[in-house]
């Protein structure tokens, strides 16, 4: 048979049968631990554990043998659906020689939304730092660490009020640089943890560098050796490592904050305590690729565990709705459908929050930062669509009816539309409010949107707060003609910056409410715009407020 035919006979397009010839790929190797268990390799980095008895059977595939022979020659007590399943699974992860996986370089991509630029030097850099330190007893440092992480708890605890109000307020220019070079700081060391953390246990991390996570910044190292170290408590300290730098910082933070006379070291010390704690429960959500999935799948032992997971979520999907074949599940616990599930709507709440908090960011910037934000909602939404369009071709060349498909299908998107189009959904605009000679007008920066406030429309005055926003009044708006105005830095952004005054235009006049006068000097607004349904907020929020500097400009 030649190559392009056993290609086609094993190939990820077509279902295994028992005529299948299966080939094993030529980057795989095979490597024995010290506790007698093997690693399969690809392209020398660790793709999971397995028995002897998977490494003959692995080693047998040599694109003549069939399946049926395999089967019987190595797992004749098996159920064949329960044999073929185990050969999908080799297929999956890039054992077979039709997968055509190549290991990730200085550049790589991997789906949706995550971009890596990463030196590959990693393995040297880490060996120096870790030089001169042994390997670490887990039990010596978790006791410390666990006593630190409750007496920060309780800090914060009891400063729960000054961390109310530390939030919802604006922070001083020279502080919130401070806090944000110290977080960055912390990222790099959280990222170092987890690579001197496997260097001292004896592993090797193999890509360190950039990356671009669901839109956002962050650094990484690869870890993937960690599959090498024969403890599983070992590999989930490799993958907690990190959360543990930040968690320590942020609980010494809370107990320093206690300690601390200073108003301006207090502020800093508890928003860092903060921002530590909600960087440890961003990184320990199971269902995306951080370290909290990581140390889950070392714990259990199960390589691959989310794909596999989604895998069976999607399988459960497609026949629930379109009656697709049976499938054996690729992840034999209980809770595999639902995991995957939470895996799949996960990411895609993590990017639609990070487009949302982008748009916001560059609300203001003028006409050309809003062509950047409609064309990266555009770019979200395309491969939104086209992971959903590849799906529905997975699902309809699985055999299913196809005029089940069709008819489901189009009930669905019809669903779709009828909800987006019915659904209310409130709309409101954020602007700034100063005082101004007696009254209380709104204003925005000069490059900013200009929206339509109709007149007698509910505002809610607010604080300015880094992270939350606390009302301390209500009013209803009068629009009027824009006029310049200088106006405390604060009022648009959540920043105090002393007596700095910047440029801004007044779009409206509020009526404040008569016991709320006396609170009011400069801060937040969100007036009420009313109601439209999801569609029209959507095209309102993401393409017409926007455009309007451009719109408005011709």
Not at 340 to 350: E, K, Y
Not at 484 to 499: M, N
Request: aromatic content about 6%; proline content about 7%; some cysteine.
């Amino acid at each position: 048979m030649s190559r392009s035919a056993r290609r086609t006979a094993a190939g990820t397009s077509a279902p295994l049968d028992d005529e299948a010839r299966p080939r094993l790929a030529p980057a795989v190797t095979f490597e024995k631990t010290d506790e007698g268990r093997w690693i399969a390799m690809l392209h020398g980095v660790p793709s999971s554990r397995v028995s002897g008895g998977v490494v003959a059977l692995l080693s047998s595939m040599d694109g003549e043998t069939t399946l049926r022979d395999l089967h019987l020659r190595f797992a004749a007590s098996d159920p064949r659906p329960t044999f073929l399943a185990l050969i999908e699974r080799f297929r999956h992860s890039g054992l077979l020689d039709d997968a055509h996986r190549t290991p990730p370089g200085r550049v790589s991509f991997r789906p949706p939304f995550t971009v890596q630029f990463a030196t590959m030097r990693a393995p040297a850099i880490f060996a120096r730092l870790s030089a001169r330190a042994a390997a670490p007893s887990l039990t010596r440092l978790a006791l410390p660490l666990g006593i630190l992480l409750c007496a920060g708890l309780l800090a914060a605890a009891v400063q729960a009020h000054d961390i109310r109000q530390v939030l919802t307020s604006p922070l001083p220019l020279t502080e919130l640089m401070i806090l944000v070079a110290v977080l960055a700081s912390l990222t790099l060391l959280h990222e170092c943890a987890h690579g001197i953390t496997l260097t001292r246990f004896g592993g090797s991390p193999r890509r360190a560098g950039f990356m671009l996570i669901y839109l956002a910044p962050a650094f990484f190292v690869d870890v993937t050796d960690g599959w090498r170290l024969g403890e599983r408590r070992q590999r989930v300290a490799v993958a907690l490592a990190g959360p543990a730098v930040h968690g320590a910082v942020g609980a010494a933070g809370a107990l320093a904050a206690l300690a601390t006379p200073a108003a301006e070291a207090d502020r800093i010390l508890l928003l860092l305590a903060f921002s530590c704690a909600g960087i440890v429960v961003v990184n320990l959500i199971p269902f995306v690729r951080f370290d909290g999935y990581l140390a889950l799948m070392s714990a259990l032992d199960e390589p691959n565990l989310r794909d596999r997971a989604m895998h069976d979520a999607r399988h459960a999907l497609a026949r629930m709705l379109f009656g697709g074949p049976r499938a054996e599940r690729r992840l034999g616990r209980w809770w595999s459908v639902p995991f995957g599930l939470a895996s799949i709507i996960a990411p895609v709440a993590l990017v639609l929050v990070a487009v949302a908090r982008i748009a916001d960011a560059l609300a203001g910037g003028g006409p050309v930062w809003g062509l950047v934000t409609v064309a990266l909602g555009a770019t979200v939404a395309s491969v939104g669509i086209a992971i959903v369009v590849r799906g529905l071709g997975r699902v309809l060349r699985a055999g299913v009816s196809p005029l089940r498909f069709g008819l489901v299908t189009a009930a669905l998107t019809a669903a779709v539309a009828t909800a987006g189009a019915v659904i209310p959904v409130p709309l409101s605009a954020t602007y700034g409010f100063v005082a101004e000679r007696g009254r209380v007008v709104l204003v925005q920066a000069r490059e900013a949107p200009r929206a339509g406030i109709p007149a007698g429309s509910p505002v809610a005055l607010t604080t300015n707060g880094i992270l939350v926003h606390e009302q301390i009044g209500a009013g209803t708006a009068t629009p009027r003609e824009p006029r310049s105005i200088e106006a405390p830095v604060d009022a648009l952004l959540p920043v105090l910056a002393g007596d700095a005054m910047t440029e801004a235009v007044i779009v409206a006049e509020v009526e404040v409410d008569v016991a709320d006068r006396g609170a009011v000097v400069s801060g937040r607004a969100r007036v009420d715009l009313g109601t439209r349904s999801l569609w029209q907020a959507v095209w309102a929020r993401g393409v017409q407020a926007p455009l309007s500097p451009l719109l408005s400009d011709k």
